[in-house]
């Protein structure tokens, strides 16, 4: 099993977590409707912090909640207490293993908050302390790089927003749909491979989307940064409007993820204006025929729903970034420097 | 008045926000006091992101409170109504005028929630918009790149947090040193000005921080993309060490931000193993020798209180991307793509 296999095996492992949510999630429901949070606070690193970020816009479009992405060493390094009373505190870590994380879930039950794991690993250190775990049930993962841990966790907090609000018969649909969605988007892998070959030599690079997609635009940089060693930057295309547009050039290609949705007409306009007024190269994950062809692009399926759009768009991403690795000439299953579990304090 | 006029200029910019602040804040005292918020968002883009980062560790340390950092698409795009019942609301904006930091503020107002506005034009519609304004008084800013009214933002922050909690008569003296400081740390240019002219072919650089100084490698990062148009990547040394420390080796330099505080021992670990085990070329800003002698440095002021670090320590990384801006030639005074009000929705 190496990160190929992991990365084709999401569609089984989505639906593993799928089968198990009604069982799993019955307990947290139940105490959610006891005590409905005021705000909630998500502590994560690395791949899943991008997944706490979808939570972020997932939590306050479809639950009306706020989300705090919690600062961690303001508890481990400076010894704040910040006030968590009445918020639900989410904890997510493939390992469980993060110290750093583990304080934050500690300090809030500390303070009689509502505290859950999102975790790989339902013995882990992060789940013994939270008042409820979620398994995401991704299965062991082998390579260094997270992938079906990083869909399973998002798939979790989509899950989690529907036990504070339930789904309309719309959005339980959505949910059946997604392994075939994910089998569907895992076909543009020929294509990934023979874009990546191409793009062998490219050493930077500005990876953009916007609003549910600007996590997938930081989880696909982190995929090029620790596996393909490319200089990735990523940016919600708002904030890269505001400073960072003056690095476009036709040496730094941009990557963005833009699916249908309300913030694809901006992303178009943008993606547009780098092709046509600073050369850049154009690599658009998309659905919309129209994004992808301003320049190159990869396709997803069609109907993907964009509250669960991130789930799926993360595929391709993955799939090139794994390609590129091999491209040039790096080895995907053992990414230098890496370690598995990273003990931050 | 160039960038450079407004770079020295900063001294003069915090003293004057200084001397206004005990009119300024009364009211937002009186305020708070009447009613303790529950928890924080900040609404912010770009550089005053950076200085919203700043608040949300600043609030949760010394003011126990959690603080979310506002993804405004949520409301502008999607539509959401984010529960802020309860909740201090921030918008930063050097402008007052980037649509989506407004809309957050309509929102809250809307919800009944105390609205404060940080902006250098107290007559901008954020300003309109809010319960209380505080004018930064950076004076006006003419280079597109932000440089005084990101420290007078931070500060505003700090003050903030003061009108919250009253400072300790040792904090008031720190506040009242804050100008001295920041004076001696414009010291260091001539040093700047020789370490940019040896790095000028450099086109990547990671840019490290921790805890309080996290913001500060983030918003050196924009300056160097912004002006210099380096591809920097900006990241919390622990959050780096969670992946993206594949990227280490000698072709992309490590720039990174570690003042005396609960997080230079670990910082120190770190930046010595990039050295020794990846051959990382380093510029480390520390009033510390041991962490600047890992290999390059440039020199904070002693005594610099780690809850005013930030304010302080932006100015040697602004003379940096200043001068190697030069020495790329480069017109530091007018970027290119940067505008300086960015309407994004």
Same mark, same amino acid.
């Given at each position: ?9 999401? !569609? ?40 706490? =970020? ?32 009445? &918020?639900?505190?989410?904890? =997510? ?9 583990? &304080?934050? =879930? ?23 302390? &939270? ?26 907090? &989509? ?9 309309? !018969? ?49 989880? +696909? ?85 964009? +509250?669960?759009? !991130?789930?799926?768009?993360?595929? !391709? ?29």
């Amino acid at each position: 099993m190496g990160l190929r296999d992991e990365i084709l095996e999401q !569609p089984a492992a989505v639906q593993r977590l799928l089968d198990s949510a009604p069982t799993a999630f019955a307990p947290i429901s139940a105490a959610l409707r006891a005590r409905r949070p005021r705000f909630a606070v998500i502590a994560a690193r690395g791949t899943s912090d991008n997944a706490g =970020i979808y939570a972020q816009y997932l939590l306050a479009i479809r639950n009306g909640l706020i989300v705090a992405l919690a600062a961690p060493s303001t508890i481990t390094l400076y010894g704040a207490h910040p006030d968590m009373t009445g &918020a639900l505190v989410v904890g =997510i870590s493939q390992s469980g293993r993060s110290p750093d994380i583990i &304080a934050v =879930i500690e300090e809030a039950r500390r303070q009689g908050a509502l505290t859950i794991a999102l975790t790989n690993d339902p013995d882990s250190p992060l789940a013994e302390m &939270a008042d409820h775990v979620v398994d995401v049930r991704a299965g062991p993962e082998r390579a260094t790089a997270a992938t079906k841990t990083y869909t399973t966790e998002l798939l979790a907090a &989509a899950l989690l927003s529907s036990a504070l609000d339930p789904p309309s !018969p719309g959005e339980t649909a959505d949910l059946a749909r997604l392994p075939d969605l994910l089998s569907a988007a895992l076909t543009v892998e020929p294509h990934a491979r023979e874009l990546a070959a191409a793009h062998a030599q490219r050493h930077r690079a500005v990876v953009l989307g916007r609003g549910y997609s600007y996590p997938s635009a930081r989880e +696909w940089a982190l995929k090029l940064q620790e596996l393909a060693l490319v200089a990735a930057m990523p940016y919600s295309a708002a904030d890269f409007e505001h400073g960072p547009l003056a690095l476009a050039e036709p040496d730094i290609p941009v990557l963005a993820v833009a699916p249908s949705g309300p913030e694809l007409e901006a992303q178009v306009a943008l993606l547009t204006q780098l092709k046509q007024d600073h050369g850049a190269r154009l690599l658009v994950i998309s659905d919309s025929p129209a994004a992808r062809e301003i320049d190159g692009g990869l396709a997803l399926p069609d109907g993907i729903p964009p +509250w669960l759009a !991130p789930i799926v768009e993360i595929l !391709p991403a993955q799939l090139y970034a794994y390609h590129l690795t091999v491209a040039r000439g790096l080895d995907p299953d053992h990414p230098r420097s890496i370690k598995k579990v990273t003990e931050t304090r």
